[in-house]
């Protein structure tokens, strides 16, 4: 079984998974919220939006990241929550429907935004010989289809078929982490067949995606407390901000732009974060 199988099929179908659970999740009652209640929803995707990349911007030049590790960081910032996020919520009763909503939110922007700043964080640190070209269009529209329409897909099963949905959704919401895991493990032992020297940069790595991950969760607990959000919302939104689709992530780095130490930013990233973040969220519900 080789790397490819891993990141031209599995991951792809991990993605549809990963947004039609989310779909699946999403009830008629969290889009009204969206319209209704904008002001909680507002606060955590411009956090999302606009702090996490600034964040990631700030790591890669204060600690001169290599351009290509440096543009994968960028690339997770530039993910929406997703479903693990979600999931984190979830485990932590907060407020799962602010979750979904914000997830909602950015999903929608990424198809975008996501090709868009790539190509600006290549420009930034990359020069014109190591630069890669990224069919924007291409991109966009693969996007589209990976996360848009399953999600859409969900929603309309679960507005439609309520009863099925529900029994759909938790098995999908521990489906989630045995996929991932299986795609983490599948390109860091198999591609460049485990070397000594891709352990040393999944180690090197860990310290700066931790630092995204930490340093976004703060952002995103303490910038909503300046608006007068309560802990419940503070601690949900702290966790989507600092909690991304890591599968997105490698899909847009390993697939699209075929780079593999961009994706490996990503992979280092989703090993650990995932548990990071919900740490992160106990600690802050508790004692902050």
């Known amino acids: 079984m080789s790397a490819d199988f891993f990141s031209d099929i599995l991951l792809p179908i991990t993605l549809v998974i990963v947004t039609l659970g989310l779909g699946l999740s999403i009830t008629l009652k969290d889009i009204k919220n969206i319209i209704l209640k904008p002001k909680n929803i507002i606060i955590g995707f411009l956090s999302q939006m606009l702090i996490l990349p600034i964040i990631a911007f700030a790591i890669a030049l204060i600690t001169k990241l290599d351009p290509e590790y440096a543009v994968g960081l960028v690339i997770i910032a530039m993910c929406p929550g997703g479903a693990s996020a979600n999931l984190v919520n979830y485990m932590l009763k907060t407020n799962v429907a602010l979750s979904l909503s914000i997830t909602v939110a950015n999903g929608l922007f990424s198809t975008i ?38 999600a859409a897909l969900g929603i309309i099963i679960r507005r439609w078929k309520t009863a099925f949905a529900e029994k759909l959704e938790e098995p999908f919401r521990y489906i989630l982490p045995i996929l991932l895991i299986a795609v983490y493990a599948g390109i860091i032992f198999l591609e460049q067949d485990g070397s000594r020297r891709h352990v040393n940069s999944f180690l090197f790595l860990i310290p700066f995606t931790f630092a995204l991950n930490l340093l976004s969760m703060l952002a995103g607990y303490y910038v909503p407390a300046l608006f007068g959000l309560n802990k419940k919302n503070k601690v949900t939104i702290a966790v989507e901000v600092g909690l991304q689709n890591s599968a997105l992530a490698i899909f847009v780095a390993g697939t699209l732009l075929n780079n593999y130490n961009m994706a490996l930013v990503a992979v280092v990233y989703g090993s650990f974060s995932f548990f990071s973040s919900w740490l992160f969220g106990y600690v802050a519900k508790r004692y902050l």
């Open 113 to 150: 935004k996501i090709p868009f700043f790539v190509m600006l964080t290549m420009l930034v640190f990359m020069d014109e010989k190591t630069r890669i070209h990224m069919p924007v269009g291409n991109a966009v529209l693969q996007i589209f289809i990976l996360t848009i329409i399953p």
